[in-house]
């Protein structure tokens, strides 16, 4: 069974969108983020400076993208996008409230109707980190709420976790993993 790779990286979720402010579940639905996201984009990119990122990769949705592209101008660096690094689906409870549902899909034990089962998620987001950790250099990863639950389950870590947005986290390798704030 594949894992992940055993190399440093830095992960950003992405800013604050509407969703985010109202505990609605995006998943897959492309919500741009908001006017507090993208300060909290403006807010995050200089804490990534003289940090030694030399390649950034991000979700293909806008409000990781869109964090991602604030990163890479300040830090002079194109942003690549994976698109296993989207969210996950949440099929019917997408722009449903967060609730109980959610800590049974991250326990396994609840797939939303037309959705990806955590495990499922698992699977796809070790093979898209492991493609980005492939570039040259300390990457930057942008990326999504519920891919970094994902990750955390890889890392060894407890998986249900609430990542803050647009907030960069250095992540060491070990068993279990180390996250480390950037401030």
Known sequence: ?????????????????????????????????????????????????????????????????????????????????????RETAFGAQEGQPMSEWFSHWVEGSYTPPNGESFADLRTRALAAVNRSLERPGLVLIVAHGALFRALRAEMGLE?????????????DPGTPWTLTDAA
Do not use: Y
């Open 1 to 85: 069974m594949p894992t992940l790779t055993q190399t440093r990286f830095w992960f950003l979720r992405h800013g604050e969108t509407d969703w985010n402010a109202k505990g609605l579940s995006q998943g897959n639905v492309d919500i741009p983020l908001n006017a507090n996201g993208i300060a909290q984009a403006q807010a995050a990119a200089p804490m990534l400076v003289n940090r030694g990122i030399a390649s950034i990769v991000a979700s293909p949705l806008s409000r990781a993208h869109d964090t991602a592209k604030v990163a890479g101008e300040l830090l002079g660096l194109p942003v690549h996008l994976d698109e296993g690094l």
């Open 159 to 171: 998986p249900n976790v609430r990542t803050r947005n647009a907030w960069p986290m250095l992540c």
